[in-house]
């Protein structure tokens, strides 16, 4: 079983991975551990994590098309998720929709003087999505000061 490597896992059983897990263990390939009794609060985390892998793939997919429509498609199927999420849980409100295409804020300075505005300088990849963190040598972007054999050679 090339999907199903040994190791230690703490995943999401879904209906496609139980179908795998009981064809394996059918057939003696292997034997596995399901948790025996999931604490609900334990298993916020687990399962929010499992639907953010399903979104994900679902918007890289959209994003990999060749369209024109593709942010207002991403920002559709975004939006009726959280109609579904709204339906269940009222609370949320219904002010939580997207209505902008340019919906990420990059910036937020509250003016203590009204008379000169300030610009800050941005970094050159996302700080939530950088290869500084992830030991990756691919994207890797010398800036101000950094030489590139530096970037690529961190000793993390």
Same mark, same amino acid.
């Given at each position: 079983?090339?999907?199903?490597?040994?190791?230690?896992?703490?995943?999401?059983?879904?209906?496609?991975?139980?179908?795998?897990?009981?064809?394996?263990?059918?057939?003696?390939?292997?034997?596995?551990? !399901?948790? #025996?009794?999931? $604490?609900?609060?334990?298993?916020? @985390?687990? &399962? =929010?994590?499992?639907?953010?892998?399903?979104?994900?793939?679902?918007?890289?997919? !959209?994003? #990999?098309?060749? $369209?024109?429509?593709?942010?207002? @498609?991403? &920002? =559709?199927?975004?939006?009726?998720?959280?109609?579904?999420?709204?339906?269940?849980?009222?609370?949320?409100?219904? $002010?939580?929709?997207?209505?902008?295409?340019?919906?990420?804020?990059?910036?937020?300075?509250?003016?203590?003087?009204?008379?000169?505005?300030?610009?800050?300088?941005?970094?050159?990849?996302?700080?939530?999505?950088?290869?500084?963190?992830?030991?990756?040598?691919?994207?890797?972007?010398?800036?101000?000061?950094?030489?590139?054999?530096?970037?690529?050679?961190?000793?993390?």
């Amino acid at each position: 079983m090339d999907e199903l490597r040994d190791g230690l896992y703490e995943k999401v059983v879904s209906q496609r991975l139980e179908k795998l897990l009981k064809q394996a263990s059918a057939g003696n390939k292997l034997w596995y551990k !399901l948790c #025996d009794d999931m $604490d609900p609060q334990d298993a916020v @985390q687990y &399962l =929010a994590d499992y639907v953010r892998h399903l979104v994900q793939i679902c918007l890289k997919d !959209l994003a #990999d098309k060749d $369209d024109n429509a593709l942010l207002q @498609q991403e &920002l =559709a199927l975004t939006n009726g998720l959280v109609d579904t999420l709204t339906k269940h849980l009222p609370e949320l409100g219904t $002010d939580n929709q997207i209505d902008l295409p340019n919906f990420l804020l990059l910036e937020l300075q509250n003016r203590l003087n009204h008379l000169q505005e300030t610009q800050r300088l941005r970094p050159q990849t996302s700080l939530s999505h950088s290869f500084l963190f992830t030991n990756s040598q691919q994207g890797c972007i010398a800036g101000d000061g950094i030489a590139a054999r530096d970037c690529l050679q961190r000793p993390d």
